[in-house]
């Protein structure tokens, strides 16, 4: 059992890891590690959801609904000019005032952050994947709203390397190093379907609110794609259907090979289901692998994912690690592609053979 000295030690971490990246959340973050009062609401979750990110995702929540204003303008996303000072009197203030609201959040809800940024990784792989099979059926597993399903719908700038897609209102631009190998044209998908434990309803408008409340309001432009991608998906909307990454696999991976080469994908998921899971969901794809051709594009930390088929350093990486696996005619090969961004802003090909 958790208790609150634990707690608050991971609001301490929480601060200095994302001091660089999310200064916002680093000054709230360690702020809270020294307040027991606000700390004690994350005990509220789930144990495997007590982080530091699924309270501040709850405290955002409520800003996007307009509570809060006094917080909400230290908010890059919220205002045009963010003031200045510090942040954590109005942040408390918020937190205590809506003491059984943010309860029921950290509770009920879960961590989902659906970053279209990360399709800037999957196209390259998935030009790979066409290049050999032709047309491809996609199914990605912990979807969320099922944003990545859209990948074809967007438009992807690789520098170098060229401009994939559009036009569209969604721009992902995209820094390379190494022989990237961008495709010339948006691969041919023929199927998209997505599969979630608990998926986002892109015309539920709470829904999306909780969707949007995950991002780290630092990154207003992870925001604004955010709020592009839901508007492009209510247009285009996405087939996503509720289910278990292990014993709903099967069905939706035949499902889609009906319509073309079924290619898998994961991009930081796996690190939130348990060691045990995480294997069981690796042993139904090598089982899967003996029944049809398959592949499985991966976009995950090796620290955080023990036991992934793919090739990672000693010890293990904590960057984004982009690999390929292929299973044909019943036999698996793995293949490290490259090390990139978490949010898929940078991506550096590293030209490793099959």
């Not at 247009?235 to 509720?242: G, L, N, S, T």
């Amino acid at each position: 059992m958790v208790a609150l000295p634990d707690i608050q030690e991971r609001f301490a971490n929480f601060a200095l890891s994302t001091a660089k990246r999310a200064p916002l959340y680093a000054t709230l973050s360690s702020a809270v590690a020294g307040d027991p009062d606000v700390a004690r609401l994350l005990l509220a979750a789930p144990a495997q959801q007590q982080l530091p990110v699924l309270l501040f995702a709850a405290v955002h929540h409520l800003l996007l609904h307009g509570d809060g204003p006094q917080l909400a303008a230290f908010y890059a996303n919220l205002t045009l000019t963010p003031a200045v000072g510090d942040p954590y009197p109005a942040f408390r203030e918020v937190v205590l005032h809506h003491v059984d609201d943010i309860e029921g959040l950290v509770a009920t809800r879960t961590t989902q952050t659906n970053e279209v940024g990360r399709c800037a990784q999957f196209v390259p792989a998935l030009g790979m994947v066409a290049g050999e099979v032709g047309t491809l059926a996609h199914v990605d597993v912990g979807t969320s709203a099922g944003l990545n399903l859209l990948l074809p719908h967007y438009a992807i700038a690789y520098t170098p390397g060229g401009l994939v897609g559009g036009p569209s209102p969604v721009h992902l631009p995209c820094v390379t190093t190494g022989d990237v190998p961008v495709p010339a044209t948006m691969p041919t998908i023929a199927r998209s379907i997505g599969i979630d434990r608990s998926p986002i309803d892109v015309l539920d408008d709470v829904e999306v609110r909780w969707l949007e409340a995950c991002v780290w309001p630092d990154q207003a432009d992870r925001f604004d794609r955010l709020v592009a991608a839901v508007a492009l998906a209510r247009e285009y909307v996405p087939d996503v259907r509720a289910g278990d990454a292990v014993h709903d696999l099967a069905a939706v991976v035949h499902e889609a090979a009906e319509w073309g080469h079924p290619v898998v994908t994961n991009s930081w998921v796996l690190n939130y289901l348990p060691d045990d899971t995480r294997r069981e969901y690796v042993a139904e794809l090598d089982r899967l692998g003996t029944e049809l051709d398959l592949s499985w594009i991966i976009a995950e930390a090796p620290s955080q994912t023990p036991g992934l088929p793919v090739p990672t350093t000693t010890p293990p990486e904590e960057l984004t690690v982009l690999s390929l696996v292929r299973w044909r005619a019943g036999v698996r090969t793995a293949q490290r592609l490259a090390t990139t961004h978490p949010h898929g802003y940078w991506l550096h090909w590293e030209n490793n053979p099959a």
